[in-house]
């Protein structure tokens, strides 16, 4: 099998292929292939992964490339992890929001709308050069945030394509710890949309955990999550830590105001991993990687690509796929993140039981701000970006939301094809 990364220069790669040496028996990796513009990031993440994997026993061969066409022939899936205008981009996401009173975030609000606006375009251009040239059974498996909206864009365009994200993962991970249990026996009741989910049960052999996680446990929740443990018990769930940007919105911009973006504590990181990835000596993956965020990417990422192409039968996974009548209370093509099968034709939403009010109008709220935010990223228009502010539940005040899209606009003029030369 051969496996295309676009965004190989990322330093998250290292992660994804660890995954894939330590899961050499069910997934039969011979070949892997990192995309990437950056010619400097591809000579050192390449060798690196290259040493990580001889390291482990596993013999699959990378290589690397600045050409998609090259990069995608023959792939029987391509993984998307890329992001346009790169930590620089991110920075401006992360920070001209607070200048009208809003929270600063690459994958919420105004700035997660900013980086909507540059991915759609870049993704669904090479979405189509895998149709072409990969062949359009070719499966794409997309971990480029924001993760709903692009996935919803691939899936619109008629894209063998499954969205993925590490929160659940993580969060199954975490609480088997608290719980004392072998993380593969937690299912999670999961429910909502990208970077705005609740888990509204906690399964471990058939029975519900939550009750005891909120009881005997609710003051760690609260300090790896950051929200208030009592509103967790109030709302009988534990929402996911981006319910932050919602439910402690002023408080966590009142934070940023006063604290360096997280860009560039990324970047800073990133400068460490290149220069360790660059060490010829080292041959497992670093502490360091941890600090770079997407923990268990790779664990998910490689299930997931294992069911969707060699699995056996169905496989349970938490993705990114279209809701078609799982939320009643939004429209079919909408785009969830809830516990799903998956096996080589891809992914169908698990029954879904009633949705309580308490969430289910946020639910709605971001759909219908993630539709205007699909189309602004599609068509282009200064109205389309201001339109689509306007419906964001952190923004909604149309003066803010007039002036945010001037703003946002202003910081991507490079970025966004329909400004570009204007």
Same mark, same amino acid.
């Given at each position: 099998?051969?496996?295309?990364?676009?965004? $190989? +220069?990322?330093?998250?790669?290292?992660?994804?292929?660890?995954?894939?040496?330590?899961?050499?028996?069910?997934?039969?990796?011979?070949?892997?292939? &990192?995309?990437?513009?950056?010619?400097?990031?591809?000579?050192?993440?390449?060798?690196?992964?290259?040493?990580?994997?001889?390291?482990?026993?596993?013999?699959? *061969?990378?290589?690397? /490339?600045?050409? &998609?066409?090259?990069?995608?022939?023959?792939?029987?899936?391509?993984?998307?992890?890329?992001?346009?205008?790169?930590?620089?981009? #991110?920075?401006?996401?992360?920070?001209?929001?607070?200048?009208?009173?809003?929270?600063?975030?690459?994958?919420?609000?105004?700035?997660?709308?900013? *980086?909507?606006?540059?991915?759609?375009?870049?993704?669904?251009?090479?979405?189509?050069?895998?149709?072409?040239?990969? $062949?359009?059974?070719?499966?794409?498996?997309?971990?480029?945030?924001?993760? $709903?909206?692009?996935? #919803?864009?691939?899936?619109?365009?008629?894209?063998?394509?499954?969205?993925?994200?590490?929160?659940?993962? /993580?969060?199954?991970?975490?609480?088997?710890?608290?719980?004392?249990?072998?993380?593969?026996?937690?299912?999670?009741?999961?429910?909502?949309?990208?970077?705005?989910?609740?888990?509204?049960?906690?399964?471990?052999? +058939?029975?519900?955990?939550?009750?005891?996680?909120?009881?005997?446990?609710?003051?760690?929740?609260?300090?790896?999550?950051?929200?208030?443990?009592?509103?967790?018990?109030? &709302?009988?769930?534990?929402?996911?830590?981006?319910?932050?940007?919602?439910?402690?919105?002023?408080?966590?911009?009142? *934070?940023?105001?006063?604290?360096?973006?997280?860009?560039?504590?990324?970047?800073?990181?990133?400068?460490?991993?290149?220069?360790?990835?660059?060490?010829?000596?080292?041959?497992?993956?670093?502490?360091?990687?941890?600090?770079?965020?997407?923990?268990?990417?790779?664990?998910?990422?490689?299930?997931? !690509?294992?069911?969707? /192409?060699?699995?056996?039968?169905?496989?349970?996974?938490?993705?990114?796929?279209?809701?078609?009548?799982?939320?009643?209370?939004?429209?079919?093509?909408? !785009?969830?993140?809830?516990?799903?099968?998956?096996?080589?034709?891809?992914? #169908?939403?698990?029954?879904?039981?009633?949705?309580?009010?308490?969430?289910?109008?946020?639910?709605?709220?971001? /759909?219908?701000?993630?539709?205007?935010?699909?189309?602004?990223? #599609?068509?282009?228009?200064?109205?389309?970006?201001?339109?689509?502010?306007?419906?964001?539940?952190?923004? +909604?005040?149309?003066?803010?939301?007039?002036?945010?899209?001037?703003?946002?606009?202003?910081?991507?003029?490079?970025?966004?094809?329909?400004?570009?030369?204007?």
């Amino acid at each position: 099998m051969k496996l295309t990364v676009v965004g $190989g +220069g990322s330093t998250y790669t290292p992660e994804l292929i660890d995954g894939i040496a330590g899961r050499r028996t069910s997934l039969a990796v011979d070949e892997i292939v &990192l995309v990437d513009p950056d010619e400097h990031r591809l000579s050192l993440i390449g060798p690196f992964s290259q040493r990580l994997l001889e390291h482990a026993g596993h013999p699959a *061969k990378v290589r690397t /490339t600045t050409s &998609l066409e090259e990069g995608i022939e023959g792939a029987s899936a391509v993984l998307l992890q890329l992001r346009v205008g790169g930590q620089k981009a #991110r920075a401006s996401d992360e920070t001209f929001p607070l200048t009208c009173g809003c929270v600063g975030q690459e994958t919420t609000g105004a700035g997660g709308l900013a *980086k909507a606006l540059r991915t759609v375009p870049v993704v669904l251009d090479i979405a189509e050069k895998v149709r072409r040239i990969a $062949g359009p059974d070719t499966w794409i498996v997309n971990f480029t945030n924001p993760v $709903g909206i692009v996935t #919803r864009a691939l899936l619109q365009e008629g894209h063998k394509a499954i969205g993925l994200c590490n929160v659940a993962i /993580t969060f199954q991970r975490w609480t088997s710890a608290l719980l004392g249990v072998d993380p593969s026996t937690v299912e999670l009741e999961h429910v909502g949309l990208n970077h705005l989910t609740w888990e509204r049960g906690v399964y471990v052999d +058939g029975v519900d955990r939550l009750p005891e996680l909120l009881a005997d446990h609710v003051e760690g929740l609260a300090e790896h999550i950051g929200i208030d443990g009592g509103l967790m018990r109030r &709302l009988n769930m534990v929402p996911s830590y981006y319910l932050n940007y919602f439910y402690n919105h002023d408080a966590v911009v009142k *934070k940023q105001l006063t604290e360096p973006p997280r860009a560039e504590v990324v970047a800073a990181v990133e400068k460490e991993l290149l220069d360790i990835y660059g060490d010829p000596s080292v041959v497992t993956k670093p502490e360091q990687l941890s600090q770079r965020g997407g923990a268990y990417y790779s664990e998910a990422a490689v299930q997931l !690509v294992h069911a969707l /192409t060699g699995g056996e039968g169905a496989e349970k996974h938490v993705v990114n796929v279209q809701n078609n009548g799982s939320l009643p209370f939004l429209p079919d093509d909408a !785009v969830i993140e809830v516990s799903s099968t998956v096996d080589a034709n891809g992914g #169908r939403a698990l029954p879904v039981r009633p949705v309580e009010p308490s969430i289910s109008g946020l639910i709605s709220h971001v /759909t219908a701000y993630e539709y205007l935010a699909l189309e602004a990223a #599609r068509h282009g228009g200064r109205d389309r970006v201001a339109n689509a502010l306007l419906a964001h539940p952190l923004i +909604g005040q149309h003066a803010i939301a007039d002036q945010l899209a001037d703003e946002l606009i202003a910081q991507n003029r490079d970025l966004l094809p329909w400004v570009k030369g204007n």
